[in-house]
């Protein structure tokens, strides 16, 4: 049975019917529909269990406490992280990436190089230039090559020994590219500097195995990947955050505090300050067992062979220009492209009329669109319940809508 | 508007698609007096606006240039429109209604930056104070 025939039940929210059409939900690389057993275990824990964990010394304190943690086991497991003090809970891939940019930014010192790529979303690339500007340091970008990748000859010429962090996206949110993160992990550490990946869209795709792949942190997003909103990770390497002070302060965080000092909680609490996002971990764990019951790869290929398909489709249309990787090379579940006399925003507000939600804009990551010298592009990503009758239902309207203004 | 769909057409109003496809005032000023030129941050969608006014106020040209959707380009068309001819002040009144019945549309939220941004483009070369 194919994916979506097995799933499509299981997401309420694909009964709706959107300007006289059932929806065709297109946009899960901005945030994925949820599975009905997520927002079941959401609402029993509230309904049944909720209270403030880790001090809480009654039932329901524990009850919530030992749920909380166990979204941690759930979340090391599924990025096959070495040990769950390497698993920290955060608000999202931004947080996350804002968290990891503080924390090392006390580190750097005035001339202390940051290189970033010219592919990333802005979560990715403003908290960098915060700090470089805050710290004097140096921002540097690898360049996109024509075919969607990473330029790596350049990144040999951008790293010294003065590069202290690489960061960089494991999959593009615009072109769908999967980078060459191991290469790009190799060679920063061959001048040792820090790596920082941004996961947000290759947590919902593809398998993913922290010790494989060597990087020192790695965040995501769990509304991405079918959870809730309000919660995502941040992993870091023990090494590393075993030598780094706290960026950010609060409760929870500490062992013991006096007025002028106080002494750091252990791993991994040590970065969760103040109540974490309890109910939203609890939804998490539902999605990655959901997740975990269909099978990465099975999801991997599944949503493959529909990006396979608009792609192929998209590129046959007059006037429709596909950007990326071409056809045969593997990428995220993402596709962008432009119709020739028409502007995303009127291609997404159009195509919402026949029910298909796309995204469409310069997806926050404006750098990537000057060197694709465009606006904006129009956006499909997919996920777990879309079906190759709804691509093919994409392909039909956007054939129609060349002359539609 | 041929091969409009049945969308197209609830989406937009006939002047919003006529003006997208031929805009009247769209292209560059040379001798302008005041200009400006701002992105929309959702969109990243940019408008410049130029003006040529007289000494004691007058209006007496507009046009624009832009990287912009239907909405935002027939918007700028209309701001183009209704500035000409009128004093510097009367222009600075202009409002979001007055362009919005030139284009006889009704804009949703999610787009209704997108028919602003001339108006607030505008405001600016009125201004002075933004950058050319």
């Known amino acids: 049975m194919r994916l979506d025939e097995l799933t499509r039940r299981d ?8 300007n006289g059409h059932p929806l065709i939900y297109f946009d899960s ?29 009654h039932t329901l304190g524990e009850e919530a406490t030992e749920l909380y943690e166990v979204a941690r086991d759930a979340m090391q497991r599924f990025i096959g992280a070495p040990s769950r003090e390497e698993v920290v809970f955060t608000r999202g891939t931004t947080d996350g990436l804002g968290l990891i940019a503080e924390t090392i930014g006390r580190t750097l010192g005035k ?16 908290p960098w230039q915060l700090i470089a500007k805050d710290r004097g340091a140096v921002l540097k970008a690898i360049p996109v090559r024509d075919d969607g990748q990473l330029d790596l000859a350049a990144l040999d010429r951008l790293l010294t020994a003065r590069t202290r962090v690489v960061a960089f996206a494991h999959v593009s949110n615009v072109l769908g590219t999967i980078t060459l993160a191991k290469e ?9 500097a820090l790596t920082v990946v941004d996961g947000a869209q290759a947590a919902p795709h593809m398998r993913l195995d922290m010790s494989a792949l060597g990087c020192d ?7 991405k990947m079918l959870g809730p909103t309000g919660i995502g990770v941040m992993y870091g390497r023990r090494a590393v955050l075993d030598r780094l002070e706290p960026g950010r302060g609060g409760s929870e965080m500490i062992k013991e505090v006096w007025i002028d000092h106080a002494q750091w909680n252990d791993l991994p609490w040590r970065f969760e300050p103040g109540t974490p996002p309890i109910a939203e971990a609890v939804g998490l764990t539902a999605a990655i067992e959901y997740l975990e019951k269909l099978g990465m790869d099975r999801v991997a290929e599944h949503e493959r062979a529909l990006t396979r398909q608009a792609i192929e489709g998209l590129s046959r249309i007059p006037g429709v220009t596909v950007y990326g990787p071409p056809v045969g090379i593997d990428r995220g579940a993402v596709v962008s492209f432009a119709i020739e006399g028409l502007h995303p925003h009127d291609v997404a507000a159009l195509l919402d009329a026949e029910g298909i939600a796309v995204r469409a804009g310069h997806h926050c990551a404006m750098p990537l669109m000057r060197r694709l010298g465009v606006v904006g592009t129009t956006r499909a990503t997919f996920s777990v319940f879309n079906s190759p009758d709804e691509v093919s239902r994409l392909l039909t309207a956007v054939a129609g809508l060349r002359s539609a203004l | 508007v041929s091969g409009a769909t049945p ?6 109003s006939d002047v919003i698609r006529d003006r997208w496809r031929r805009p009247r005032h769209r292209g560059d000023l040379p001798g302008a007096t005041a200009v400006a030129e701002d992105v929309n941050p959702l969109c ?14 007058q209006i007496s040209d507009a046009r624009f240039v832009g990287d912009s959707c239907a909405i935002c380009t027939a918007s700028a068309d209309a701001v183009a429109d209704l500035v000409a001819g009128r004093t510097r002040s009367e222009a600075a009144a202009l409002e979001v209604g007055d362009v919005l019945a030139v284009l006889q549309a009704e804009i949703r939220p999610t787009r209704m930056r997108c028919a602003t941004l001339p108006l607030s483009v505008l405001a600016q070369a009125l201004d002075g104070k933004a950058k050319a």
């Open chain 1, 11 to 18: 997401f309420p929210i694909l009964e709706r019917v959107v």
């Open chain 1, 29 to 57: 690389g901005a945030s994925s529909q949820k599975p009905r057993a997520v927002l079941d275990a959401m609402n029993r824990y509230y309904e049944r269990s909720h209270a403030n964990v880790h001090r809480s010394i």
């Open chain 1, 111 to 126: 001339g202390d190089e940051i290189v970033v790529t010219e592919l990333e979303h802005h979560s990715n690339l403003i």
């Open chain 1, 184 to 192: 790009i992990i190799a060679k920063a550490r061959a001048v040792n």
């Open chain 1, 217 to 223: 942190f790695y965040v995501l997003s769990a509304h």
């Open chain 2, 7 to 12: 969308a197209a057409n609830s989406l937009y």
């Open chain 2, 44 to 57: 990243g969608d940019r408008v410049r606006m130029m003006l040529t006014i007289a000494p004691e106020g």
